[in-house]
């Protein structure tokens, strides 16, 4: 995923170098998967991070128990806050790998999973069964699966979220897994992004090697082996209690508890001294740890006031040593070398005897006043400790208070903001202004709870929010023309009179349907017209990545055909009375990685990630017989990475992962960006586009699941939800069919057409 996606933050992981005191507990990976939208996801997310951190780095006992604990308080927070503001609804699945002297130790809850490639085998953690249940920020406590693991040299560890495995599969994703090494672990990065159909995908790849990453001629090898995309054999692992394999094998070293250190000798090597760490979060932290370390500095100065002055100077000697990080380490005394019998010296040489040292005896007990003061301050410090923790917290809740309210404040200045806008009739910024005023609230709930003003002051909003925005909600999405089931990812569409084509990225194949007159219902359901692995023209077709729908052309295409583009660069053309043919292209070989297909005025565009550039086809011959020209001016640094959707209307328009819509024209960049409204940022998953040059601009808002409507310069006009509860969850693809007037929407879970609101 592109460090610019929103969703970035939800990985974080922690290398501690040599010389930090944390380094004793190794390496700390946190995958963070949110499921529900609020605008503290944000918040939530940094929450449970930091919670993670301050656990795993500061608790004694076994690295299985710190990091069930670890998940527990994360839990126990994302649950707090749910109940502090029960409209915000969040809910995680979290994975958390900790890598220990050579010893890999997971745990996990919710849908987020890991792959872990050895030389023998790979384990898949934790099973379908067990990922979709007990997820974080519940009232019911999370279900917490560990895995542990002796890492060897080469050894490969796979994080991913759950869309990874909606989007692939477990052998296909494994295949890759297995076959990464050090040399070839960037390649192989671009090659799972592939595998996720380019979407912002939030994963982890890890190579445990000592070795340094380059090939057997001292350079890189970048080159992908041939194993690549094979069926590797997939162990399931549902927990320490219980392993099974998914496929046997004829040699295999399980590694299992009684492999790793005893669970006293690993708390014994990796408890970390509780110490404030500047890297922690919030100042809630550092006060606490303030306030906590100050009675032991004053309990320290009075001790050493109570020692005699021989046992001062032995623990000042004993201090020193400890700062310096040393032990006193006798000097070994020199061997003797081995040289022929010498006559006996004589006796007044003989080697003095030095006297025995005398034994260890412990001192008296201590009697009298001394003994009931050290009683006393035995009594006492548990005292003064609650005392100052608890002074802490009511400090804190103080400060929390003030800052609460000057948030409140903040939000209300803001409104008036809004009414200020409004009079000189200024809608975008009287709509910056509400999410502004929202956004202070939020983080005011977060700190004094949802309480009544916030509601009101909340509503307010809202209701203005509706009104500025032009919210229009679609009212026939209660019927969907088509319902998928739940192994099927439907991915895109193409529509054509009443013939419906569908891209279905999971099961890899196109499916054709075709409605009746009025596209109400479905009148024929053709099933798969093309698959992946079908032989067409002695071609086989590979994985589908894109469809575009080619119209007639006089001379060249005498019938109106479907388009597919599979990831090896082939174009395959498909009607119902021909079948599917396979598509000549001049230059093919030299074409990189191409991702994206589109036809505008008959000619064939073709967006190359790889190479960075678009090949424009003119029609010739029987085919695309004549060599390409590249579209882009070559003065135009054109970066095709993450390309989710293209457009074409004389100008090409380009959407990137990172929901980012890019204009060019003749080759050229236009200054172009889409306004900004309260919730734009989440993931966008397609855009359409009338022919018309004033026209409009339909963005499809996977996270919000709405469409967004803008006009072509960029500013918003007005935005599209369901009135049925969540018909558009799960928004993946748009269709604008302008001659009848129909919008049509792609779920993961069902296909609707709907007249465009007028």
Avoid at 359 to 369: D, H, M, S, V, W
Wanted: charged share 25%; with cysteine.
């Amino acid at each position: 995923m592109d460090h610019r996606n929103p969703r970035a933050n939800h990985l974080m992981r922690i290398e501690p170098a040599f010389d930090d005191e944390r380094s004793a507990r190794g390496n700390l990976y946190i995958l963070i998967e949110l499921i529900g939208g609020s605008s503290v996801s944000s918040f939530a997310v940094r929450e449970m991070q930091s919670i993670i951190e301050l656990t795993y780095y500061s608790a004694s006992g076994p690295v299985s128990t710190v990091l069930k604990r670890a998940i527990n308080s994360a839990h126990e927070s994302l649950r707090d806050l749910n109940r502090r503001s029960p409209d915000i609804d969040l809910e995680a699945g979290m994975i958390c790998a900790a890598i220990v002297q050579g010893h890999l130790v997971i745990a996990a809850a919710g849908p987020p999973m890991a792959l872990i490639s050895t030389e023998q085998r790979l384990d898949q953690f934790p099973l379908d069964a067990d990922r979709y249940t007990g997820p974080l920020g519940r009232e019911s406590q999370p279900n917490i699966h560990v895995y542990r693991h002796k890492l060897e040299q080469d050894d490969v560890l796979f994080l991913g979220e759950s869309e990874w495995f909606l989007q692939s599969d477990v052998r296909t994703i494994g295949g890759a897994i297995v076959s990464t090494s050090v040399a070839n672990m960037h390649d192989m990065v671009a090659h799972l992004r592939e595998q996720g159909e380019n979407l912002p995908l939030l994963g982890l790849l890890l190579v445990y090697s000592e070795q340094p990453a380059t090939g057997h001629d001292g350079e890189p090898n970048s080159r992908l082996p041939t194993a690549v995309g094979a069926a590797p054999p997939v162990r399931g692992i549902s927990d320490d209690a219980g392993r099974r394999s998914i496929i046997p094998f004829r040699s295999r070293r399980d590694v299992g508890a009684d492999d790793l250190p005893s669970a006293p000798t690993m708390q014994h090597q990796l408890a970390v001294p509780f110490r404030p760490f500047l890297k922690l979060r919030g100042p809630w932290y550092r006060r606490a740890f303030s306030f906590l370390s100050r009675p032991g500095r004053w309990m320290s100065g009075l001790f050493q006031d109570l020692l005699p002055e021989d046992s001062k100077k032995q623990a000042a000697v004993s201090h020193d040593e400890a700062d310096s990080g040393q032990q006193p380490v006798p000097e070994p005394e020199p061997q003797p070398e081995q040289q022929p019998p010498q006559p006996e010296a004589p006796q007044a040489a003989e080697r003095l005897q030095l006297p025995a040292l005398p034994g260890y005896a412990p001192p008296e007990p201590t009697k009298g006043n001394r003994r009931r003061l050290f009683l006393s301050i035995a009594v006492l410090i548990p005292l003064l400790t609650s005392a100052v923790v608890g002074a802490a917290f009511l400090r804190e809740g103080s400060l929390n208070q003030e800052e609460g309210i000057q948030l409140v404040d903040l939000a209300g200045s803001k409104l008036l903001e809004v009414q200020q806008a409004l009079d000189v009739d200024d809608s975008a910024t009287a709509r910056a202004a509400l999410s502004e005023s929202q956004r202070y609230l939020d983080e005011a709930v977060v700190l004094v709870g949802d309480t009544e003003q916030i509601q009101e002051m909340s509503q307010v909003i809202a209701t203005q929010l509706q009104e500025l925005l032009q919210v229009r909600a679609l009212y026939s999405l209660d019927i969907p023309l088509l319902e998928y089931p739940a192994e099927a990812s439907p991915q895109r569409i193409v529509v054509s009179d009443q013939d419906i084509y569908v891209l279905d990225s999971s099961r890899q194949l196109i499916e054709h349907y075709r409605t009746n007159s009025d596209r109400t219902l479905l009148d024929e359901n053709s099933g798969a017209v093309l698959r992946e692995g079908d032989i067409v023209s002695g071609v086989t077709v590979g994985r589908i990545v894109d469809i575009a729908w080619q119209p007639r052309i006089l001379g060249f295409a005498e019938k109106a055909s479907l388009l597919v583009l599979d990831r090896n660069n082939n174009v395959f053309r498909y009607n119902r009375f021909d079948g599917a043919t396979h598509l000549q292209l001049a230059g093919q070989s030299a074409l990189g990685s191409i991702g994206q297909l589109a036809i505008y005025n008959g000619r064939l565009y073709l967006a190359d990630e790889r190479e960075n550039q678009i090949f424009r086809y003119t029609p010739a011959g029987l085919d695309y017989d004549e060599a390409p020209v590249n579209w882009f001016d070559e003065q135009v640094q054109g970066d095709l990475s993450g390309l989710v959707a293209m457009g074409i209307d004389g100008d090409i328009w380009l959407m990137t992962e990172d929901g980012t819509v890019l204009r060019y024209r003749q080759g050229e960049q236009l200054p172009f960006s889409l306004e900004r409204i309260p919730g734009l940022g989440g993931l966008l998953v397609d855009l359409v586009l009338d022919d018309n040059a004033d026209g409009t601009l339909y963005v499809a808002d996977a996270t919000e699941e709405r469409i967004l409507v803008y006009d072509k310069e960029g500013r918003y006009i007005e935005q599209f939800v369901d009135a049925e509860d969540m018909a558009l969850a799960g928004l993946r693809g748009l269709y604008l069919d302008e001659q009848t007037g129909m919008l049509y929407i792609l779920t993961s879970s069902a296909l609707y057409a709907h007249p465009l609101p007028r």
